[in-house]
C-alpha cells in the first residue's frame, strides 16, 4: 500500500506558476506510476499528466500541454507538477494517485489516491 499526500497548492494571478508536489509513503515507490487529476467545480475529474516509475511521461489534457511539466524524484518519493502560464480554468482540487500499473493510473482506477490540493487562480 501507498499513501500519497499533495501540497502546493494556493492562489495564484493569472500567468503565474505553483508547483504541485505528491509524496508518497511507500519505500518501493519509485515502483509506481503516478499521474495528477484535477477536478473544477461541477465537472468530472480529468486526467493533467502522468509518469510511469521510469521517468516516462504523458500529458494527456491538450490544454495544458506546454504549460504544465510533471517530474519526479525518486530519491525523494516525490512527483512533482510544475504549473506555469496558469489560466482560471486551471481552477481545480488537483489530485495525485498511484499504481504499479500505468493503465490504473491513467483511467483512475488506483486504489491510492491523496487528499488533494486546491488550485485557484484568480486576480
Known amino acids: 500500500q501507498v499513501q500519497l499526500v499533495e501540497s502546493g497548492g494556493g492562489l495564484v494571478q493569472p500567468g503565474g506558476s505553483l508547483r504541485l508536489s505528491c509524496v508518497g509513503s511507500a519505500r518501493t515507490f519509485s515502483h509506481y506510476s503516478v499521474a495528477w487529476f484535477r477536478q473544477a467545480p461541477g465537472k468530472e475529474r480529468e486526467l493533467v499528466a502522468a509518469?510511469?516509475?521510469?521517468?516516462?511521461?504523458?500529458d494527456y489534457a491538450g490544454s495544458v500541454k506546454g504549460r504544465f511539466t510533471i517530474s519526479r524524484d525518486n530519491a525523494k518519493n516525490t512527483v512533482y507538477l510544475q504549473m506555469n502560464s496558469l489560466k482560471p480554468e486551471d481552477t481545480a482540487v488537483y489530485y495525485c494517485?498511484?499504481?504499479?500499473?500505468?493503465?490504473?493510473?491513467?483511467?483512475?482506477?488506483?486504489?491510492?489516491w491523496g487528499q488533494g490540493t486546491q488550485v485557484t487562480v484568480s486576480s
Open positions: 494517485n498511484a499504481d504499479s500499473l500505468v493503465s490504473a493510473v491513467v483511467a483512475g482506477t488506483s486504489d491510492y
Open positions: 509518469i510511469r516509475m521510469a521517468g516516462r511521461k504523458f
